[in-house]
């Protein structure tokens, strides 16, 4: 018998992406910024849409825009997920275990329906490019997180980019420049605020299971597991009825599915297995720009002089405490 030595598997399998040549590895940083660039600005589309949504005569409740999100999206996961099980197989790479494949899941349900839904509650109260700034807060609490719970380093410096931050947002808060009364402003800022701090648990908890896994199949695990709860809470919460929705309502459905979910959830994870979660979040400072263009543009909401102020403050920020970080990461 022919003895066959241990295979010296790589810690992440990504069935084909572990194993890279040196010029193709020297590549992968510059590759990594490129993918969250591509998903920041994507991903920046999905405020915009939800509005469209939420406007007349539409007038879609969250959860049922929510459903359609991951619903839609589902099979196009699925597809790509069972298509890269088979390569593993045909190729006879390691399978993922179950405990893996359920933290996978955990995470995308934290990063994708618990945010998601905190996200698309808030944008009933507070405008597009509002909800941006705040969301786009996430790095600050990728770093506290990071040091409260994965023996990350604060310092000092950091502490005083997050307060440049949100000093920006402070500014747009008082500008008033929110056509909604101050308590719903309150509130929608709160929610968004939340699904912040959940993206960033995402952002902390997915790099590991990214690199034991593959972005591509983890992305698909992980939105594959968050698709239930959201199905679970339209079921409880609203009637069957209210999927009955119109053509508009459904091309809104489909836009925030492909080009506001699928597309830049394989970029995001792409980039974070090539990047770190901070790096990740200096090139996601497209992201709120990209939003505020777009509400301009396409909803016609108004820029005044605070938004620019407050827009450069939290970008500053972000930025800030991003590359400070990255020389310690």
């Known amino acids: 018998m022919t003895s066959v030595p241990p295979a010296r598997a790589p810690a ?69 997920g069972l298509a890269d099980l088979r390569r593993r197989v045909k190729g006879r790479l ?14 995308g349900v934290v990063g994708y329906w618990v945010a998601s839904y905190a996200d698309f ?43 440049v931050s949100y000093a920006g947002l402070a500014l747009i808060f008082a500008a008033g420049h ?41 992305t698909c695990v992980a939105m594959t597991g968050a698709t239930v709860p959201a199905l679970a809470q339209f079921a409880i919460a609203r009637p069957a009825g209210d999927l009955a929705v119109s053509p508009a309502i459904l091309g809104y459905g489909l836009l925030l599915a492909v080009g506001a979910t699928v597309l830049p959830s394989f970029f995001l994870n792409a980039a974070l297995h090539r990047i770190s979660a901070q790096a990740n979040g200096v090139i996601g400072t497209l992201s709120p720009v ?6 301009v543009l396409i909803l016609g909401e108004r820029l005044t002089a605070a938004d620019v102020a407050g827009a450069a403050l939290v970008l500053a920020g972000v930025g800030w405490f991003t590359f400070a970080d990255r020389k310690v990461a």
């Not at 909800?131 to 770093?143: A, D, M, N, Q, W």
């Open 121 to 163: 509650l808030g944008l009933r109260y507070i405008s597009a490019h509002f909800e941006r700034l705040i969301l786009f807060t996430y790095p600050g609490f990728v770093v506290l997180l990071g040091a409260m719970f994965f023996g990350q380093r604060v310092r000092v410096v950091t502490l005083a980019a997050l307060g």
């Open 290 to 295: 990209a939003t505020i263009l777009l509400a």
């Open 12 to 80: 992440a399998d990504t069935a084909g992406e572990a194993s890279t040549p040196p010029l193709a590895r020297q590549a992968a940083p510059l590759l990594g910024y490129l993918f969250a660039a591509t998903g920041a600005v994507l991903f920046s589309s999905k405020a915009v849409v939800i509005k469209l949504a939420y406007a007349p005569p539409h007038q879609v409740n969250a959860e049922t825009l929510l459903v359609l999100r991951m619903g839609l999206a589902l099979p196009i996961y699925l597809a790509i």
């Open 178 to 218: 929110n056509p909604e009364p101050a308590r719903d402003t309150a509130i929608g800022a709160g929610l968004v605020l939340i699904a912040s701090v959940a993206f960033a648990s995402y952002q902390l908890l997915a790099k590991p299971a990214i690199s034991a896994m593959g972005p591509r199949l983890f």
């Open 94 to 107: 390691p399978l993922p275990g179950g405990r893996l494949v359920l933290r996978a899941a955990l995470v």
